[in-house]
């Protein structure tokens, strides 16, 4: 996206090495230019970094765009030393506040490009198939899932 959650951990964790990892959209691309933010061209179901590369993954309002989200969470799971935090909109109430501020009528409140749709309880259960979930919160509209690696037994 335009950056804004890249901003705020730099900004809060200053002297953290960080990386931002899009697609390639130019449009995206200046911004990122003009904010002087380090972000990487990449596709999130086959990331160009050795395992176990980062402290922490965050994929904020990543994941409902994934044609194959399995894929990118085992491609997470893969380049994270210990932590993620990962969240998505939460449906239906994602739908509903859409439908309720006149926004995507026709696609029944479907914002597009969200092309996969989980509840709090299903993303949970998806994010465990790759991690140990530490917690679960829900501001609205949103699930926000820490897991945790799972250490090799």
Not at 80 to 90: G, I
Not at 142 to 148: E, F, K, L, Q, R
Request: net charge neutral.
């Amino acid at each position: 996206g335009e950056g804004e959650v890249l901003t705020r951990v730099m900004r809060r964790f200053p002297t953290a090495s960080v990386r931002g990892i899009d697609l390639e959209d130019e449009r995206l691309a200046a911004i990122w230019r003009d904010r002087n933010l380090p972000v990487d061209v990449g596709d999130a179901t086959s990331l160009d970094f050795p395992d176990r590369s980062f402290d922490l993954v965050l994929a904020i309002e990543v994941l409902e765009h994934i044609p194959n989200p399995e894929r990118a969470l085992r491609e997470i799971a893969r380049v994270a030393k210990s932590d993620v935090v990962v969240s998505v909109p939460r449906e239906p109430i994602w739908r509903i506040g859409n439908l309720a501020r006149g926004r995507y009528i026709t696609a029944m409140g479907n914002t597009p490009g969200h092309i996969n749709h989980w509840g709090s309880n299903s993303f949970r259960r998806f994010v465990r198939t790759e991690f140990d979930v530490v917690s679960v919160r829900t501001p609205l509209p949103w699930t926000m899932v820490h897991g945790a690696v799972r250490q090799p037994s």
